[in-house]
């Protein structure tokens, strides 16, 4: 991911320089207030993404009136300023778990420009890869009224700069990180099975239901 989302290593038959932009060039800021009621609160998480607040801290945090949250689309971005364990600079999130969802404004939330070429899977790796990490540490200072909280303005923010190949090497390179997530989630069902499997193998050994052959 580190290689092909900075251009060390080039898939075959793209040689063409990237371009440097800022992220305001290519996105724009979402502050579109919740005045449908949509109550599908939800947070984000560094390692899951968008959940369902209900599911992630087992009770409901959110306001009773939630016309002031904002309200982001399917293929909308987030980011949470809040560092974790892999997320030193916080996370940004691609809502994908539903077609709506209302979040905190703590978080700075923003879709890709429809009329500049930019492939959002290719988007959506650069920043799960950290590609903005050297930049935001340039301007991030932690809150001094919420503990793990980073203090970054939307301005600031949007003028995060990265480096853009053009689309077809943007596509390119999404498909082969894409199919890698693929046999990754294939092998981790795999090892669930095997530990489910495993688990019960015990059960019936260590209970003396099953017994081995000496």
């Known amino acids: 991911m580190q290689r092909l989302l900075t251009g060390r290593t080039r898939l075959p038959g793209f040689t063409a320089p990237w371009q440097k ?15 449908e009621n949509n109550q599908n609160v939800m947070t984000i998480s560094a390692q899951r993404g968008f959940v369902r607040q209900t599911d992630f801290f087992n009770k409901n945090v959110a306001s009773e009136n939630l016309d002031n949250y904002y309200l982001v689309y399917r ?5 949470n300023k809040s560092y974790s364990n892999g997320y030193p600079m916080g996370a940004i999130k691609r809502l994908k ?51 793990g909280l980073l203090n970054v303005t939307p301005s600031d923010f949007f003028g995060l700069q990265l480096l853009l190949p ?12 894409t199919s890698a997530d693929n046999e990754i989630a294939t092998h981790r069902k795999k090892l669930d099975a095997l530990r489910l499997q495993k688990r019960g193998l015990m059960q019936q050994l260590l209970t003396g239901k099953t017994r081995v052959k000496i």
């Open 21 to 35: 932009v800022k992220l305001g060039e290519i996105g724009k800021r979402i502050i579109r207030r919740n005045e």
């Open 97 to 147: 778990e539903a077609d709506k969802a209302v979040v905190t404004t703590l978080y700075i939330c923003f879709c890709l420009n429809c009329s500049v070429k930019v492939d959002i899977d290719f988007f959506e790796q650069y920043c799960e890869n950290g590609g903005f990490n050297q930049n935001l540490m340039k301007v991030a200072n932690e809150g001094g009224r919420a503990h």
């Open 75 to 79: 293929d909308e971005f987030c980011y």
């Open 166 to 177: 053009y689309l077809p090497e943007q596509k390119a390179i999404a498909e082969v990180l």
